[in-house]
T-cell receptor, first 111, second 112 residues
């Protein structure tokens, strides 16, 4: 079965600094997508970024970028120039035949 | 023009009652889901429907019954509510296949 592991339950970053959230996954499927979702205190689940496994180029969305290492089954999220509004729970997710979420990383942004 | 909507957003009820949560999506998606998020923020999939047919039914008590009148709606009915049912319940939808899911705003259920 596929699994998604986020080994950092909590992280903190100074405002304007860069932080990287880790995610690893296990799969035997060849066709899959990976995602990062953000859940702020409002509890709305917001899609931050997606990565198709067949693409070698790392996805980027403004200040958010990923480091996708397919052979290592690693999918980390980098947040540059952190802002107070980035404070949230971040979930890594995998989908092939089914959708799997990691356990989340709570990110605190320090002013 | 909310993409995935849920009602109600908050639900407070007593043990033993029966309640329903409604979900609607206007994205034209084929597949809809129900998730439970506990106090530790763990997201657990409960059900998945594709074109009104159940395709995933994780181990949840029989007291939980999803109903899909059409592919734009997936409602969750809960019988004989228990204290342990207190959680946030999310509805989500996606295209069929390995695609991102879009979430509703969640329903915070509190059982007293």
């Amino acid at each position: 079965a596929q699994t998604v592991t986020q080994s950092q339950p909590e992280m903190s970053v100074q405002e304007a600094e860069t932080v990287t959230l880790s995610c690893t996954y296990d799969t035997s499927e060849s066709d899959y997508y990976l995602f990062w979702y953000k859940q702020p205190p409002s509890r709305q689940m917001i899609l931050v970024i997606r990565q198709e496994a067949y693409k070698q180029q790392n996805a980027t969305e403004n200040r958010f970028s990923v480091n996708f290492q397919k052979a290592a089954k690693s999918f980390s999220l980098k947040i540059s120039d952190s802002q107070l509004g980035d404070a949230a729970m971040y979930f890594c997710a995998y989908t092939g035949n089914q959708f799997y979420f990691g356990t989340g990383t709570s990110l605190t942004v320090i002013p | 023009d909310t993409a995935v909507s849920q009602t109600p957003k908050y639900l407070v009820t007593q043990m033993g009652n029966d309640k329903s949560i409604k979900c609607e999506q206007n994205l034209g998606h084929d597949t809809m889901y129900w998730y439970k998020q506990d106090s530790k923020k763990f997201l657990k999939i409960m059900f998945s429907y594709n074109n009104k047919e159940l395709i995933i039914n994780e181990t949840v008590p029989n007291r939980f019954s999803p109903k899909s009148p059409d592919k734009a709606h997936l409602n969750l009915h809960i019988n004989s509510l228990e204290l342990g049912d207190s959680a946030v319940y999310f509805c989500a939808s996606s295209l069929l296949g390995p695609y991102e899911q879009y979430f509703g705003p969640g329903t915070r259920l509190t059982v007293t």
